[in-house]
């Protein structure tokens, strides 16, 4: 579908998203099955997963899986997979954050330490193409933070076992067991406890629209866990010039096409020559591989300013500049999840081994977050120390501004020091 921007009529539709999430159909099923988990527990869980995949719910241990992949899969794919994995620990070790301590007034000292979280709930997709890499790419951060515990679970395969990428990066994470429930109802487990699967701190993982909505109305219970970020279909948005290389802006926009009939794929360039080429290419690759994509738009644009105003509105979970000088637009960027910057920076290969987490915000959510570090793994904690001298200085001041509020008692316990 192609939009021209100099058209304020067709802007909003150029930049649509699926509204799966605010379905109120989805929501009710959804919100049916998180009660039911919460309330009734385990016998709760086992019977909605019956209900919807054919077979309960239960702990598979992850060992003897790994061992047949090894045995089974290809050695150039085992290296590959410990190859993305070494990358993944390395970035992370890099950004762990650090604690601070700052002396705000002398003899006040006002520390932020950081602490992992207990437990955290890693959801892995899967469907026909089970996401090994999402468990690389939350368990290894997850591990690197220091997180106590991590709870896995992944949609159950018919043969009751697991995929052998799964398990091969299950255990070059260290997971032991994966407990094999999906959907809605393994969201509301991992969120209330069912049986032996515990409640977690913080549940982190993309899925469908069942799982995201899920993840949603879970973190807004009372005593429900925090979530990763809102996630919604897979977003590609490419800003290109007549500098790219139509073949590759086309393979990139269907690298994402292929993960959802609702993946949002765009192309955003100055150049109808550049975007009636990528259109032919997409159709010709797209043809190749069966035609089993999502659809693709095509934005034409006045120049690559405008299209740097149309990628800070939509703020894509990925964002591609196939552009020469591609290095000086990156400062203009303002909502993005993660940016590709120059020919050569394949989507892919964030997908898979640079090292950052492919676990980013959708629908929009670039705006206000960005994707899974070791920070979605941990929480900061203030401490503060105060001398003698520092505290009876302090305390008029302190007690004039809580009665500026009102706040009598506030007041007066800053003045007990005083006295003390």
């Not at 709930?121 to 991590?150: C, N, Q, W």
């Not at 206000?368 to 793994?377: A, D, I, K």
Request: glycine fraction near 8%; charged fraction near 20%.
């Amino acid at each position: 579908m192609r939009f021209d921007w100099s058209d304020p009529s067709v802007r909003s539709a150029a930049l649509a998203r699926p509204r799966g999430r605010d379905d109120a159909t989805l929501r009710a099923a959804v919100g049916g099955i998180i009660d039911d988990v919460r309330e009734r527990g385990w016998p709760a869980l086992v019977e909605q997963a019956v209900r919807i995949d054919g077979r309960a719910p239960g702990p598979v241990e992850v060992a003897p899986f790994a061992a047949e992949a090894r045995r089974s899969m290809p050695v150039e794919a085992q290296e590959a997979v410990q190859l993305a994995a070494r990358n993944i620990e390395a970035f992370h070790r890099a950004t762990l954050p650090g604690d601070t301590e700052v002396e705000t007034y002398p003899g006040l000292r006002v520390a932020k330490q950081w602490r992992p979280l207990d437990r955290a709930g890693l959801y892995v997709p899967g469907g026909k193409a089970p996401l090994f890499s999402t468990l690389l790419m939350l368990a290894i951060p997850a591990r690197v933070a220091g997180v106590r515990e991590l709870v896995v679970v992944t949609p159950p395969r018919p043969d009751s076992g697991l995929d052998p990428a799964i398990a091969l990066a299950a255990e070059i994470a260290g997971i032991k067991t994966i407990w094999d429930v999906g959907g809605a109802q393994a969201i509301a487990a991992l969120a209330f406890g069912a049986g032996n699967i515990p409640a977690v701190d913080r549940i982190c993982g993309p899925g469908n629209a069942w799982v995201s909505t899920a993840k949603s109305m879970v973190a807004a219970r009372s005593g429900g866990p925090g979530i990763d970020l809102p996630a919604g279909p897979s977003e590609l948005l490419v800003i290109a010039d007549d500098s790219a290389n139509p073949t590759t802006v086309a393979a990139d926009l269907l690298s994402q096409a292929e993960h959802d009939p609702d993946a949002q794929v765009l192309l955003v360039s100055p150049s109808t020559v550049l975007i009636d080429s990528v259109a032919g290419e997409v159709e010709r690759q797209s043809a190749a591989m069966g035609g089993n994509f999502a659809s693709a738009r095509f934005i034409l644009c006045a120049n690559l300013d405008e299209a740097i105003v149309i990628a800070n509105t939509y703020a894509p979970e990925h964002l591609s500049l196939a552009c020469d000088g591609a290095g000086a637009m990156v400062a203009a960027i303002r909502n993005a999840g993660a940016i590709f910057v120059g020919h050569q920076a394949a989507e892919s290969f964030s997908d898979y081994l640079a090292g950052p987490s492919h676990v980013l915000p959708t629908d929009g959510a670039a705006r206000f977050t960005g994707g899974v570090s070791t920070l979605t793994f941990m929480k900061a904690i203030t401490v503060q120390q105060v001398t003698a001298e520092a505290a009876a200085a302090l305390s008029a001041p302190a007690a004039a501004l809580a009665r500026l509020e009102g706040l009598e008692a506030h007041a007066r316990a800053a003045e007990a020091r005083v006295a003390a």
